[in-house]
């Protein structure tokens, strides 16, 4: 490609050997570029006149190429591009006309960027009669110096129709009279996204409550719904006729309940990016307010979450974006004299593995100061000088989420208001995630949260314990043993209060769950001593992770899984920190999820 | 005194062309580095370039991503980003960034303001 700078040099040196050709730049009404020069002004002409006609060339080229690629991001990009510079160089060169038709044509681009239309023969051929009418358009200026007397209007109103047709979808009944052309949507589940991305001002301010369905989704429940009618008279039958159908006819109606709920739960996931949008004016105002140079990066935005959850972790979220730009993020200055870029980088990561959802939040600040959170807990009274001892790092950093911590010095109008990361953690909790903290000194700190997909049903172990019947949740699960007879002692060792169990060579300290629940409020009352473990003929423990740590919980009998219908725990029982959720057995009955970060607390 | 630079970066010869006409006219003092993208830009610029105006729309990075990596090379750097509609949300990444907005066409009393802090 020829150097502009130099084209532009060559278009000057040329024109002025026309001379007469162009006079009537000076009549040119409205152009921005009467402020200079006659030689000048009509050296901005050429190169306004070829500049447009190869953009104008090359989105033909790319239209025609689309209707064989319609999806091709590439080429939807770089036809938009050259139509954004046309729209420019005729804004610049004060042709307003050109500009409304041009600018209306690169919106209805942009929206086929954003894959909500789909290029189809109507779209081409109304962008190609564009081009034609701006080229047309450009002769007449090159001729007479104006726009001439062609009305866009027309045109323009078309492509305003064609732009809406994606906000349409939802109420295409309406519209189809007028509108014959099959609007071509990017996915099956088009449809309802439409209706999600319409309720995006309702996202920002929190109103997840409500979905739409499109009528082909609810046809679907319909039909299985139905299905599940025609096997329920199936069962009557094999009960009054014919018993030995009875199983297979019985695994039908489970797989059939199975899928409805795998539908349903579908219904109830969203994409997470529709919170995540908000972030990028929080993060704004506080770089703002704080006059450091932040950028946000947001990765994984189409991850999917039930909505619920997501009302949750919105605030959550938020929190630590603020705590990451006000105490990670360093002003400018600061971060320049530390050899790094003056522009500190937050990330906020979604992803989502079997069932759980990850979101992790980075920063590239100054770290956290274990020292620091070491003797402010100290000073807060939150550990003892013994325990600050013996902490790891990791163990010390998790104090920044204990209640009553906040490694700033002062409470700053931010992040302060009293409030500290205990809100995150104690939201946390109530999802039933987990949080790990890493950080580097100088380098930038990193949370890693995890939360489960969605909160209505959870994969679960049954154990029990003093005769009743509990639900591990089998996220946190490492594995199950279980020692007999003679075998016991060899495993199990540890001072009276503080049993440890050895499983392939590793200990692991002991939580008895008949004793966790015999007194829910005590800690320390968690465990049975030695001698009580080895007068029994058995040992059955499940060993579970809670964030960093490993532990043996010691159960007096292991179950089978289950998928559990989680609810909320009974008021009654709410005071009980181990108990998560409860879930109706399958015999009726009522059994308690286990809270696995509090049964180590 | 050493010539201040600013570098301006558009992807369309006309608006290069159009701001160089600017500075020629009315701010002749100035030494301008003119490029067509980013990766242009960022093999052009030096350690004399004190104001840089981007275009937004580019081939390539856009205007914002240009402008955090030449902020991370000379942090003294003021950018402009030059555009005629930006999303919400692509102008509010670019406040949070410290970065500034002209208006296109770029208008020449504008130009003016913003040289201002340079004298």
Redesign the interface.
Known sequence: MVHAGLRGQALMEYFSTFGEKYSWLDGIKGSKGRMFDEASQQALMQEFFSENREALDRIERGLLQLETAPESRDLLNSVFRDMHTVKGNCRMMGFERLEELTHTAESLLDVMRDGRVVIDVLIGNQLLSVLDTVRRTLEEIERSGSEGEADFSALIQQLERLQQRQGANISMEHDEGDTPEVVRVSSPGALFDEATQRGEGDAATGKLDSIRLSIERLDGLMSLVGELGATFNQVKYALARNASQLDQVLENLGQQIQTLQGEVLQYRLQPIGRILDTYHRLVRDLAVETKKKVVLDLVGEETEVDRNVLISIKEVLGHLIRNAVDHGIETPEDRVAHGKSPVGRVRLLAEQKQGQIYLEITDDGRGIDVARVRLKALERGLITHEQAGEMAEAELMRLIMAPGFSTADHVSKISGRGTGMDVVQAAIDKLGGSVAISSQIGQGSRFRLRIPQTMAIVPVLLVTAAGETFAVPQVNIVELVSYHGAEIAGHVEGKMRAPMVRVRERLHPMVALREAVAHPSQATQRVRSVEQILAEPALHVVVLQSEERLFALDVDDIKEPANLVIKPVNRIFADIPILAGTAVMPDGSVSFLLSVTELIK | MERKSVLIVD????????V???FA?RFPDWNLV?A?DGEEALSLTSDEVLLALVDF???GMNG?ELA?KL??RN?RLLVYLVT?NIQE?MH??A????IGFIK??IA?NKIAEILKSFV
């Open positions: 992807d369309s010869s006309l608006a290069r062309m159009m160089r006409k600017i006219t003119e067509k729309n580019m081939p914002i955090e902020m991370e942090p005629a949300r509010q990444r406040e949070s960034m410290g296109k066409p020449e």
